[in-house]
């Protein structure tokens, strides 16, 4: 029988109790822990005393004082890091808050709080991309709402082979760093080994489980069941999703797993996400390194030599030549075909010269009118002939102290070519209809893509000048003979293109390779004008092979057009092809390629037919980079 004063003994007992965790648990609440988690600990211990029938004090006080401090515990350092209190903490106080204002003195509906947890779920992918930030999240409502906690996101580190935690909820670091796996290891490592679920009843029964990232003694008494789901990013397992659930939550163990698998769904495509962002961050930063590399290299070499960009053995041959004589008087004759950079090295000796800081100045020989040729070398005086109202000084005068630059110094006239040499020889120039000799100290600087030779031996270049201009020969070789120079030149362009449009393209290694094995038949122009089509025709920044291609395959076809033009010369038919690289002045090419046609390749009637001075003519063929090839 039990004696009327224990019974009664018993009920202040039980009474103390339920005051206890109530005044704990508004103690918690002041000091600002999660209602939810504490009305939610509260709820379990009065049903777990409850259920045992009779108060047991020692047991279910336990279990509340545990539950209530390890949640506590875990909150505090929770909330001490900034990201709880700037992200995480709002965001659940709030949605806590509402929860806790419909359910706060009932008995929890978990059905409702299932779907609760499901719509946030959902909102969070919503709200952001970053999983840092909605994986955390979807790990404390877990934990909070659910009872799932300690949830922990493994990621496979392939070059550690390891399974280590990323993302988790109410570890602490030490936790974090012991929670690392072999695949096969443990559970953890046999989900992501078999990309199976596993569900573990008791983990106290379960030998595989190796408690190593929890420590046992700081999960609460009882049942401990455990979920690990394997993350699948498109179609392999990248991780794995493990959570710890109380056996005591009353709800079946089925409406977790349905929850925790969304999240191991969402979870996986936040990744792939992640996985998409990088793998374009990687390749656009490996794509820049590369060009920045590039791009410092040609930088260094181009202030060393006055811009130009050439490493193969003939480009270092040209440049070595022109770097010897700089400082010298003597004449440097550049030889090459049109757009090999002539008037590129002829400035690259001018700055690499003591003349650096006096003037650099250029004369067309092939597009000044014949009949003024003599003025603008060598200047005239006022009067000498009609509209000359004031006295000018010529090219040679502008040049004193300089460099005078000759281009298509083969276009000029016999008679002005005597009067060159006598220039040249003297170092004096005499105006036109003046009478004093102007002493000029200039250096010469000559250049041609003709051959000045066979202009020699067909009477139509002086011998004595072409000795005279001769000195230091330098062949400038076509970009055919030195494709090791595609690539930085195709970078120097990329680059000039990209600050004149403003836009940031780059070639990708395809891109490059079909650059390199296009057959280039010498100019250095047409490379510039395909990299300035490109960039300009590019959709995205990263220029890729087939975008090459396409262009390559359009100045093959005008290659082809032109090429197929015939010229025959009287009754000995001499084929000539004819070729350009700049099809959007078609119509100009055309005229002039079907002049030359009808003349059999005689330039001087092709140049009365279109009503041109032959001067003229030459100089159109020039600028629209018609070559005639033999
Ligand atoms: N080695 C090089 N490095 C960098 N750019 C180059 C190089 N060679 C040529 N270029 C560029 O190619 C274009 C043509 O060069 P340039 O005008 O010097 O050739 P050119 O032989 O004088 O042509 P033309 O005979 O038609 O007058 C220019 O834009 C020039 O900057």
């Known amino acids: 029988m039990t004696c009327p004063c224990f019974f009664f003994l018993g009920q202040i007992l039980m009474e103390l109790c339920f005051c206890y965790a109530s005044l704990w648990r508004i103690k918690l609440l002041q000091q600002g822990v999660c209602a939810k988690t504490v009305h939610m600990a509260h709820a379990y211990c009065s049903k777990t005393s409850k259920q045992e029938g009779k ?52 008995i929890v509906d978990w059905s409702e709080t299932q779907l609760f947890v499901t719509r946030e779920i959902s909102k ?28 922990r996101l493994f990621l496979f580190d392939a070059q550690k082979q390891r399974l280590v935690i990323r993302y988790s909820y109410g570890l602490d670091e030490e936790e974090i760093k012991r929670g690392v796996f072999r695949p096969g290891e443990g ?36 049942t401990i069941s455990m979920f690990a789901l394997p993350i699948i990013v498109n179609g392999t397992v990248r ?3 493990a959570v710890n659930r109380f056996r005591g939550l009353h709800r079946p163990l089925s409406d977790d797993l349905v929850t925790v698998r969304l999240v191991a769904a969402q979870i996986a495509q936040l990744l792939r996400i992640e996985h998409l962002v990088n793998e374009q961050v990687e390749r656009r930063t490996a794509a820049l390194t590369v060009e920045n590399r590039e791009l410092k290299k040609a930088l260094g070499k181009q202030a060393q030599h006055g811009g130009i960009i050439g490493e193969s053995v003939a480009s270092r041959a040209a440049l070595r030549q022109i770097t010897q004589v700089a400082n010298t008087v003597a004449t440097v004759l550049l030889l090459g075909e049109s757009g090999t950079g002539k008037e590129l090295f002829a400035r690259a000796l001018h700055m690499a010269s003591d003349r650096r800081d006096a003037p650099f100045i250029k004369v067309n020989c092939g597009a000044i009118p014949e009949n ?11 009067g000498s002939f009609t509209g000359a109202h004031a006295a000018k000084p010529g090219r040679f005068e502008d040049a004193d102290g300089g460099t005078l630059f000759l281009d298509e110094v083969g276009d000029l006239p016999l008679l002005l070519q005597v009067k060159l040499l006598r220039a040249l020889q003297e170092q004096q120039i005499q105006r036109v209809g003046g009478r004093k000799e102007i002493p000029v100290n200039v250096r010469i600087v000559a250049a041609t893509n003709r051959d000045l030779q066979q202009l020699v031996a067909s009477g139509r270049f002086r011998l004595d000048l072409f000795y005279r201009l001769n ?30 449009f403003q836009r940031h393209a780059t070639l990708t290694p395809g891109a490059m390779e079909q650059l390199i ?25 990263e220029i890729e092979a087939a975008d090459v291609s396409r262009v390559l395959e359009s100045e093959r076809a005008v290659d082809a057009v032109l090429s197929s033009m015939t010229v025959a010369a009287g009754t000995n038919t001499v084929t000539r092809s004819v070729r350009t690289n700049q099809a959007v002045r078609g119509d100009e090419v055309e005229q002039i390629v079907s002049a ?29 980079q018609i070559t005639l090839q033999s």
């Open 471 to 500: 000195v230091v020969p330098v062949k400038l070789p076509a970009l055919r003979a030195r494709a090791e120079d595609i690539p930085a030149l195709a970078r120097h362009f990329i680059s000039l293109a990209n600050d004149t």
């Open 372 to 382: 003024l040729f003599e003025s603008e070398l060598f200047g005239h005086e006022k």
């Open 239 to 241: 991780g794995v999703l």
């Open 517 to 541: 094995r296009f057959p280039w038949p010498g100019n250095i122009r047409q490379l510039q004008n395909i990299i300035e089509r490109l960039v300009l025709l590019a959709e995205q920044p």
């Open 55 to 106: 108060p047991q004090l020692g047991t279910w006080q336990g279990h509340c004082l545990h539950n209530v401090r390890d949640v506590d515990k875990r909150l505090s350092m929770e909330m001490k890091s900034k990201e709880f209190s700037t992200g995480i903490r709002p965001y659940l106080h709030s949605t806590a808050q509402a929860e806790l204002s419909k359910n706060v003195h009932g």
């Open 124 to 151: 969070l992918i919503g709200k952001s991309l970053d999983p840092a930030f909605a994986i955390r999240n979807m790990l404390h409502l877990l934990s909070e709402f659910l009872g799932l906690n300690r949830g």
């Open 596 to 624: 030359l046609t009808e003349c059999g390749g005689n330039k001087s009637r092709a140049a009365q037919i279109l009503g041109l001075t032959l001067r003229q003519l030459n100089y159109r063929i020039k600028v629209l």
């Open 187 to 222: 559970i953890t490592g046999k989900v992501f080994q078999s990309g199976e679920v596993a569900i573990i009843q008791d983990i106290d029964t379960e030998p595989n489980y190796l408690a190593r990232t929890v420590d046992r003694d700081t999960l609460p008494k009882g």
